[in-house]
């Protein structure tokens, strides 16, 4: 595993996207097969099954590090990776073996009906043998999320240049239902049987942010606009006699939406539609919020009950394959022409709807549409460019989303709790308040928003004006008042306030307003019946 | 109680006198120069002989005198001697014995010997107040020599290919500790002003550094490719560095050690350089005391204190305002 290894250290000792490239395009050109398509895996994101529990590694790594558990507990809770906190805390090991990344997950797959003393008896003597990276590697094979700062694009531009396959056609490749057990390098790579996986997806076209002002992207004439959904994204595959509904970050949720099994019956095979799984409202002809959604998120299966009270649908917005043709290098309006003439027929109880086209002839206009997207349940508009093709990934150009502003409200800081990971030294972790009368009711927590500069420095603060702790959290004088912004409310029967927000965040920190003036509860409920 | 903690900092009242405060006090001991536990507004201050001259330096026209390591002297019928804590050069912890009593403030301390600092000596005594900065088991630091070839390949490498290196470490003793960590034949060191700053006093009274080249609006950087160029961590991320165009950037710190922060850092290297002591020193410090009552004062207090607690120790927590570690506190002077 030292290949493997020293790659991961070389990418995780730079910052420079050239010089990762580099690294991987010279281990995908001299690793052995095996190992490629496993290192393929582990940087799209697929892992071994896990054959060892995260309790028990602790357990083990704990005792063999001569620490108590709740020690332990407490390390991990600064170090925020379960594998990098074993390696940290374990002896040196004793001596050293030079295997192969794929006989090492070997090994780790072979635990799987193996008794927990056989178990334990292995990864034990695995611990013992690695040294340095080859440790760490080996507890992050077994954890699983390995974040090397290597994005699957850049992946697959070094295997693109190790193996001279087109970039976005070997990003196809890689996508869909493959395990690294079932298949080869050259089945995966170089010489994949296109009928193999009728259920692979396309990548997904990604799109950036506007950036400042939607008028700046030219002639209104060149766009088409629609909603921008709270949903969840999903690319859905009509091939072979089966469905197939994919997630972005692609994973297969055709059991966890079972209503999309109907899509057959409407439409036929060789049909791959890009768009939105939303909860429907059927009476309303109109989406649910985000909330309803939410409660089949997660689920594995789903309760008939939760089939009533929030039936999924797919709003389409995007046509990829049309009568088993790959069409994504067609103009977005001729494919949005065909997905119209697809799904415009259907009745209105099909599992697959048209998202509409909103129409607009000058930016002014449009920019009024958006202003009404809450009402419509949408988070703001989506622009596309009309002769653009289905690009793979994040490219930018073609594909915009426009936002609405966040709802805010200003709030003042009652706790703050130090991060993990990368802010294991920092206050980043806040419990802000609102007024009700005379006291201040906490209502939400937020953590991001401010640079590290400000972190520093609340930091600081948070340390010289600690009034108790309660564990790892210390309660601050309320002093500190915050703008914080948020995407939506809901009602909460679970929080003390009756609110949750909905990606609440800290948009600036507000030097210049004193306490007494941050915004009261009642404000709060006014917003949640406004917008909840 | 031989000593106090009040909103000021530490005190001893029948000496009379406060030990690090952090508000003006009438007589300040200081056990070093960081910002942290050298406070500016005392009237009087009394420190190592060996940290004396940086204080001066760094909080100006202060009354301020310097006392030999080891030696002891009567303060108000208190016996007060300092001691070397091993963290930066001067750094000493305090002992105050009063009433046949005797406590000892660490300040901050390093167990393991380096090249630039006096070696940490430790203090028998009844109470012990410890700083904690890296108090958790995942901090175990690895020996100077391992840690001088890992820098040492790495500018090696940089220089071979005609790159800077660029090295983050706080000013006063990190800075001055890397340099005598390299190996200066691989090529010239250049050094940020508040490093260099930092370097003269230091020569001046005596320390031995290695030969070093100011960083100067007009320094002629072409005629020194390929050099260690050493500056605080925040100048890293400074229009400042731009001058050295593709550079590697590296930092030296014991927070290196979790791959967390150095992502967060955006530093190509992270390099675990440590002044403090890691979580083995930290016991063995505690141990060698003999201490039975601990007070743990900054870093992971409240694990460290239930872990002494464990161990048999009478324990606690105190509030004070040193800083967990300089990693964080430092910015470059523009």
């Known amino acids: ?532 | 109680m031989v000593l106090e903690f009040t909103e000021d900092g530490i005190y001893c009242p029948a000496g009379r006198f406060h030990i690090d405060p952090w508000r003006p006090v009438d007589r300040a001991l200081v056990t070093h120069g960081h910002a942290d536990h050298a406070y500016p507004g005392h009237r009087h201050y009394l420190s190592s002989a060996g940290a004396a001259p940086v204080i001066r330096h760094r909080l100006g026209d202060i009354d301020i005198e310097g006392m030999p390591y080891d030696e002891t002297r009567d303060i108000n019928g208190v016996r007060v001697s300092f001691h070397p804590a091993g963290h930066v050069p001067g750094s000493a912890q305090i002992r105050v014995e009063h009433g046949g009593e005797v406590w000892v403030v660490s300040g901050d301390y390093k167990t393991t010997a380096d090249a630039l600092s006096e070696p940490w000596a430790p203090v028998r005594c009844h109470a012990f107040i410890t700083e904690c900065t890296f108090g958790l088991p995942i901090f175990d630091w690895r020996n100077d020599a391992e840690l001088s070839a890992e820098i040492n390949g790495w500018w090696q490498t940089n220089c071979a290919e005609g790159r800077f290196s660029m090295l983050g470490a706080y000013s006063l003793g990190k800075a001055q500790r890397v340099m005598t960590m390299v190996d200066p034949s691989i090529g010239p060191i250049l050094t940020h002003g508040a490093v260099e700053n930092t370097n003269e006093v230091l020569r001046a009274q005596g320390i031995a550094l290695p030969q070093t080249i100011r960083i100067t609006p007009d320094l002629d950087l072409k005629a020194h490719v390929g050099a260690l160029v050493v500056a605080p961590p925040g100048a890293l991320a400074q229009p400042w560095a731009r001058r050295f165009g593709q550079a590697s950037q590296g930092i030296a710190s014991g927070w290196m050690a979790l791959r967390g922060v150095r992502r967060r850092r955006a530093a190509d290297r992270g390099f675990v350089v440590s002044d403090h002591a890691d979580w083995k020193g930290l016991n063995a410090a505690v141990k060698e005391t003999g201490a039975s009552r601990i007070f743990t004062t900054h870093g992971y207090t409240a694990a460290f204190r239930q872990w002494l607690e464990e161990e048999g120790y009478d324990a606690q927590i105190v509030e004070t305002e040193y800083g967990d570690d300089l990693l964080e506190a430092e910015e470059a002077p523009a």
């Not at chain 1, 054959?51 to 620490?67: D, F, I, N, R, S």
């Not at chain 1, 611990?127 to 694009?153: H, P, Y």
């Not at chain 1, 009568?323 to 109880?349: H, N, Q, T, V, W």
């Not at chain 1, 004088?477 to 909460?492: C, H, L």
């Open chain 1, 1 to 532: 595993m030292r290949q493997f290894a020293d790659l991961f250290t070389t990418l995780d000792q730079t910052t420079k996207t050239s010089r990762k490239t580099a690294a991987l395009a010279g281990y995908f050109s001299t690793a052995p097969d095996d190992d490629k398509v496993w290192t393929i895996a582990l940087l799209s994101g697929r892992r071994p099954k896990r054959t060892v529990t995260v309790t028990q590694l602790a357990e083990w790594a704990a005792e063999k590090a001569g620490l108590p558990m709740w020690l332990f507990r407490a390390s991990y809770d600064v170090v925020g990776d379960l594998a990098e906190t074993i390696h940290l805390v374990l002896p040196a090991p004793e001596q050293t073996r030079d295997r192969s990344l794929s006989d090492w997950i070997g090994d780790i797959r072979a635990l799987a009906k193996a008794e927990e003393a056989l178990k334990r008896e292995a990864i034990l003597d695995a611990w013992n043998s690695l040294a340095g990276a080859e440790r760490f590697v080996f507890n992050k094979l077994i954890t699983g999320g390995f974040r090397v700062g290597v994005s699957q694009k850049l992946m697959t531009r070094a295997l693109g240049q190790a193996t001279d396959i087109p970039e976005a056609e070997l990003a196809h490749r890689l996508m869909g239902n493959w395990t690294p057990e079932t298949t080869s390098f050259a089945a995966l790579v170089t010489d994949p049987d296109p009928e193999a996986d009728l259920s692979r997806p396309y990548p997904f076209c990604l799109a950036h942010g506007v950036e400042d002002e939607a008028a700046a992207l030219g002639p209104a004439e060149d766009w088409r606009a629609e909603w921008k959904w709270d949903g969840i994204r999903g690319q859905l595959i009509l091939r072979g006699g089966q469905h197939y509904l994919w997630s972005r970050g692609e994973e297969l949720m055709t059991d966890r939406f079972p209503e999309l099994a109907r899509a057959l019956d409407f439409l036929p095979l060789g049909t791959v539609i890009d768009g939105e799984v939303v909860a429907w409202d059927a009476d309303a002809r109109a989406p649910m919020s985000f909330a309803a959604l939410q409660k089949r998120i997660g689920r594995k299966t789903v309760p008939k009950s939760l089939l009533t009270q929030a039936p999924a649908i797919l709003y389409a917005y995007d046509l990829l394959e049309d009568g088993g043709e790959d069409i994504r290098a067609k103009p977005f309006s001729e494919r949005r022409a065909r997905l119209d003439a697809l799904i415009a027929p259907l009745l209105a109880d099909a599992p697959v709807l048209l998202s509409p086209d909103l129409p607009f002839d000058d930016w002014d206009a449009l920019a009024k549409t958006r202003a009404g997207a809450r009402a419509a349940q949408a988070e703001g508009v989506m622009l596309k460019r009309a002769d653009s093709p289905y690009h793979a990934g994040r490219k930018k150009g073609d594909w915009w989303k426009w936002k609405l502003d966040p709802l805010t409200i200003d709030a003042v800081m009652i706790y703050a709790q130090a991060g993990h990971g990368r802010r294991a030294n920092l206050y980043t972790d806040f419990t802000f308040a609102v007024w009700k009368g005379n006291d201040l009711v906490p209502f939400t927590k937020a953590y991001s928003g401010l640079t590290d500069a400000e972190f520093r420095k609340i930091t600081h603060w948070v340390r010289r004006n600690t009034l108790a702790r309660f564990g790892p959290v210390r309660q601050v004088p309320p002093e500190q008042v915050f703008e914080i912004g948020f995407e939506g409310i809901q009602k909460s029967t679970r929080h003390k306030s009756g609110v949750a927000l909905r990606f609440p965040r800290m948009l600036r920190w507000r030097h210049d307003k004193p306490v007494q003036e941050i915004d009261t509860h009642a404000h709060l409920l006014n917003m949640l019946e406004e917008y909840g």
